[in-house]
């Protein structure tokens, strides 16, 4: 517990922890906003088919591909600022348990990511229904069919992408490297998923942006017919990563 508590302390005790979480509500409310302001007009636009899978909830939610970003640079910092400032050396010295250090980081990361993804997903829903009940669209309340679940279930998927955060900055030991890793796995290869071969798109029923996300809708998708399982699938792709980054920061030097 003092690992973890000293972990805290190091990280609410710095500027840009704040700033990313400040980024984050202000990004993700206004990707949610921009997202629902253009309900009105999407939502009679539509062809009747269309609209019997209007999903208020998943639209609201969206703001998730931007807060996955901002949420995964403050898992991979937790990390990379002791190394790129050299620091790393004198936290080792205090706590010459690598394995305890490195837990302690990760619970950290984990639960600032879990918290603010949480109020971040809460706030988005409420703010999103907002929109579309003044844009006079269909929107949903929080006791609706599997409303709660998809906020809940979202909240946990940024807790995942945080702790794959600090997996990737461990392994990497630098800021650069780990984002830009990031970005591809969260981006770069749920867009080339299509040219992959057919032996290999299983492991999209989890990957992020795809199989995982599937737990912000609603609405079930045909694709992805068993959102929890997929979200399940992500947690023990992330372990696996964060398994890894254990074994090589306790293997290799500063």
């Not at 005790?13 to 400040?22: F, G």
């Not at 993804?117 to 706030?123: E, I, K, R």
């Not at 909240?155 to 800021?175: D, E, K, Q």
């Amino acid at each position: 517990m003092r690992s973890v508590h000293a972990e805290w302390i190091k990280l609410r005790s710095l500027r840009s922890t704040w700033y990313t979480v400040s980024c984050l509500f202000v990004l993700g409310l206004g990707i949610t906003t921009l997202s629902t302001l253009g309900a009105n007009k999407d939502y009679w636009g539509r062809t009747d088919a269309d609209r019997a899978v209007w999903d208020p909830t998943g639209r609201s939610l969206k703001t998730f591909i931007v807060a996955q970003l901002v949420i995964g640079v403050l898992g991979i910092l937790v990390v990379t600022s002791e190394f790129a400032s050299g620091l790393m050396q004198t936290t080792l010295a205090a706590t010459p348990r690598r394995n305890k250090l490195l837990a302690a980081k990760a619970i950290v990361a984990t639960a600032v990511a879990a918290v603010a993804g949480q109020v971040l997903m809460f706030a988005s829903f409420f703010l999103g229904q907002a929109v579309m009940s003044a844009g006079d669209v269909p929107y949903a309340h929080l006791g609706d069919h599997r409303v709660l679940a998809s906020i809940v279930g979202g909240g946990l998927y940024l807790s995942a992408i945080g702790l794959l955060a600090v997996g990737l900055g461990t392994i990497m030991r630098a800021t650069a490297g780990a984002l830009t890793t990031l970005v591809g796995v969260v981006f770069l290869v749920p867009a080339l998923s299509g040219l992959f071969p057919s032996w290999m798109q299983g492991i999209f029923d989890f990957w992020p942006t795809l199989g995982a996300a599937a737990i912000f809708g609603t609405v079930p998708d045909a694709n992805f017919p068993h959102p929890w399982v997929n979200l399940g699938g992500l947690w023990l792709g992330v372990l696996a990563i964060l398994t890894a980054a254990f074994v090589v920061f306790r293997r290799r030097d500063v």
